[in-house]
């Protein structure tokens, strides 16, 4: 969904967002908004700027919940932001927000439209709930490119991935996994205020349990409960 | 003197604690293998390419982990990446004097995408919670396949890296940006290049590493002076955000490493990678970053 669409749906009685080409922020209804559009390419700059956004909100309002509305096709593929770190700025991006968490403001993601790899990991994945509306596209890397990557030929990739979740792009996937929580659809101001409502435990990452419960990830669960919970007599 | 870089993941972990101290969580015997490999006809290995425990240093209890960089470039899978996250997680309870990271890993393990991308994103967020319980998380970085991906993100969410030369640390790799945009924009055959973007020196210059010599004794060494928690405040990401705001507008444009190492006022900084550890701390002592 185009975010002109997106934001009079998510914000019925209006909203204040400012946009700077691929970046977004502002407030509706007393949410903060920090967003990008046209699936944008996550560089040092634009990472810099969302972290920036997070603290003035930390300082200026404290407690405001924050709504993430991230399209990116991923991390920015430059040199030269690879020169100066580009991950250590997407790791402060993910600090801050983490920071933002701890000190009482509730952070919920939505996918509206592509959601890949590191672009997807530090923003909505960092997110105390995630979501996706239904035509969002989330992925780490489409098929043929896995299968050149891989090695493995493309038909059985397409094969395995009709009964697994593990590779294959798609949001039912992610929602199988636990990574997205759920599908927002209708009345999706109304989704917001429920989402909101939700309470998450800064500790506590349930995706896990939800990936088991739903039948699309089965081990990460319990291997870490085992590493967990393991006695050193019973380790050997 | 034993180096790092050509030493297996357990090799590393026995010569870094003290001796005998270790015990292996889930070890090979366990078969903690990725069923996802097997369903794909790959080769699986009985640890999933990390081994995780505790250990002493010094005689302080610590948790470790350390991955197998020989075993699919250390790149992170679902049972890979849950080890990594149960162990983090036994930390908030434990408290040990803190949990040491063995990283080397091309980060997501692509032939399970989705499970590899979501462990990355759980092991980020039981760092993060490990930092505000106050129990140090350090990154040790020398292995010859470096750290990349989300485990180069992961990397600067810890409290400290310690990372030799002969390391990299980056998001995408210089292969993965040579074959989507061009040559042009990195020409990951030129070696000096890959290391003047990407390796320990550029890092350390930059503030985000300690550099050490490419040696087990080397990294124990730097590691017992390191074991101090760095708070995660809104006044330390503030200070954080200056930092690397000032970065940005000073280096963000700049076409090479050495044009930046120029503008901190490194004498001769062309020099630099030709230099051994202890020269090249001496050269750069007092640059502005």
Redesign the interface.
């Known amino acids: 969904m185009k975010i002109d669409d997106l934001l009079p749906q998510l914000f019925p009685n209006g909203y204040d967002i400012a946009f700077d080409g691929d970046y977004f922020a502002g407030q509706g209804d007393g949410v903060a908004v920090i967003g990008t559009r046209d699936r944008a390419a996550i560089g040092a700059e634009l990472a810099f700027r969302m972290a920036g956004e997070v603290l003035r909100i930390c300082r200026d309002h404290p407690g405001r919940p924050i709504l993430l509305l991230v399209d990116t096709l991923g991390q920015k593929m430059s040199r030269k932001d690879e020169t100066i770190c580009l991950n250590a700025y997407i790791a402060h991006l993910a600090k801050c927000l983490d920071v933002a968490r701890r000190r009482g403001h509730r952070i919920i993601g939505l996918v509206y439209g592509e959601a890949v790899s590191a672009g997807f990991l530090s923003s909505s994945l960092l997110a105390d709930a995630c979501y996706a509306l239904p035509e969002a596209e989330v992925k780490v890397m489409n098929l043929p490119a896995m299968s050149r990557v891989t090695k493995i030929p493309l038909e059985r990739l397409e094969a395995l991935s009709e009964t697994s979740a593990v590779f294959a792009p798609g949001v039912a996937n992610y929602i199988a996994m636990g990574a997205v929580r759920g599908l927002w659809e209708g009345d999706l101001a109304r989704c917001l205020q429920d989402a909101l409502a939700g309470q998450d435990d800064p500790d506590t990452d349930r995706r896990r349990e939800d990936g088991e419960a739903r039948g699309g990830r089965l081990l990460a669960c319990r291997v870490a409960a085992e590493v967990r919970g393991a006695v050193p007599n019973d380790a050997a | 003197m034993s180096s790092w870089s050509e030493a297996t993941a357990r090799q590393r972990i026995a010569g870094l604690l003290d001796a005998g101290s270790f015990?292996?969580?889930?070890?090979p015997?366990r078969r903690?293998v990725s069923?996802?490999l097997r369903?794909?006809?790959?080769p699986a290995a009985f640890d999933d390419g990390v081994a995780?425990?505790?250990g002493t240093l010094d005689g302080q209890t610590v948790l470790i982990a350390a991955q197998e960089g020989a075993f699919m470039g250390g790149a992170v899978g679902?049972?890979h990446?849950?080890?990594i996250?149960?162990?983090l997680?036994?930390a908030?309870t434990e408290r040990p004097a803190a949990v040491l990271l063995l990283l080397e890993s091309g980060g997501?393990r692509?032939?399970?995408?989705?499970?590899?991308?979501?462990?990355?994103?759980?092991i980020?967020?039981?760092v993060?919670?490990l930092r505000?319980?106050g129990v140090p998380v350090i990154v040790l970085n020398g292995g010859r396949y470096g750290v990349f991906?989300?485990m180069?993100?992961?990397?600067?969410?810890c409290d400290t890296l310690i990372m030799s030369e002969e390391a990299r640390?980056?998001?995408?790799g210089?292969e993965?940006?040579e074959t989507?945009?061009g040559v042009e924009?990195?020409d990951a055959a030129d070696r000096a290049l890959v290391w003047?973007?990407?390796g320990g020196k550029?890092?350390t210059i930059?503030g985000?590493a300690t550099l050490v010599a490419d040696s087990i004794d080397a990294f124990r060494a730097a590691l017992v002076a390191a074991m101090q928690p760095k708070p995660?405040?809104?006044e330390t990401?503030?200070a954080?955000?200056a930092t690397?705001?000032n970065?940005?507008d000073r280096?963000?444009?700049?076409?090479?490493?050495v044009d930046?190492w120029a503008a901190m006022g490194i004498d001769n900084p062309q020099r630099l990678p030709l230099l051994d550890t202890d020269a090249f701390l001496q050269a750069v002592k007092g640059a502005g970053a």
């Open positions: 015990i292996e969580f889930l070890p015997e903690a069923p996802h369903e794909l006809g790959q995780v425990g505790r679902e049972v990446g849950a080890k996250t149960g162990l997680e036994r908030r997501v692509l032939h399970e995408a989705n499970a590899g991308l979501i462990a990355v994103s759980e980020m967020r039981a993060l919670a505000a319980a991906g989300g180069g993100i992961t990397t600067c969410l640390l980056g998001l995408s210089p993965v940006i989507t945009m924009e990195f003047r973007v990407t550029n890092r930059l985000e995660l405040t809104l990401l503030e954080e955000h690397l705001g970065r940005l280096f963000g444009d700049m076409e090479d490493a930046i």
